[in-house]
């Protein structure tokens, strides 16, 4: 599969709020950027072994620039701090993309509910939701008032918005959203993964669509020996317990697409031809996993001894 992958200019730095910094990329000769849709995300590639995923937030009819969003954490592995002190204006970033495992499905009544920066994929949904006569609310949680990015932008929707500092209302009333949902209503949530944790306890699976930044826990599962045949490539590997199927298809010189290895990006999915995954990813939904047509092979192992790959 082809994926679009250019170096692009940072155009505008500025900040949404404290600790938020909103990028503007361009192409340096000023040609269209691909298209996309609300819940994409994008590949940042920062550095050597230094790579990130951030969701798409401006506007997709905008085809000359991109905007991303990037929280500076403190704890963090380094990404953030290298956006916010590293990458200036005029600099420029390859970036590879777009992706999208998070689509705004079509449906008449939404309820969103976004964790701090996790309103980067909301944004625009909202734009998109709203162009399409549906009927939503978004309930957005952060810290503190000052770290709860685009509020200037958010405050065109009027009440449908709720803005909750946590630190003048407490936790998010989540009970206020997800009680008695209307017929067809889809329930879209992004954020910290306690918050993503809370919203799946309330909602039924069916209506709830989730993104997550970090993998969610998984149930602890057996790793065994399987074999893995690559139908386009002609071989076949070898996993090892220890090893992935990502780094055993790399080891036999068989180069594939990856970023995040924890199975939250969704980069590394793959064609599955025969056998049946063992899903360990946080990305496919309950009925993606039950067809089991593809797999995130930098987490997802083998229920069996046996897959053959689309590789």
Sequence with gaps: MNVYEAELVVDRREFAADGVLALILRH???EDLPAWEAG????VVLGPGLER????CGDPADRSAWRIAVLREPDGRGG???VHEQLGQGDKVRVRGPRNHFQLEPAPRYRFVAGGIGITPILPMLAAAEAAGAEWSLL???RTRNSIAFTEELARYGDRVTVAPQDETGLLDLASVLADLPEGTLVYCCGPGPLLDAVEERCPADRLRVERFSPKDQPAGENSEFEVELAQS???VTVAP???VLDAVRAAGVEVLFSCTEGTCGTCETDVLEGTPDHRDSVLTDEE???GETMMICVSRCRGRRLVLDL
């Excluded at 994409?40 to 590949?43: I, K, L, R, S, T």
């Design 28 to 30: 340096p000769l000023g």
């Design 40 to 43: 994409a995300h994008v590949d």
């Design 53 to 56: 995923q951030y969701s798409l």
């Design 80 to 82: 953030s701090a290298h």
């Design 140 to 142: 957005y949680g952060g």
């Design 234 to 236: 002609g071989r076949t």
């Design 242 to 244: 220890d090893v992935s």
């Design 289 to 291: 996993r039950e067809s």
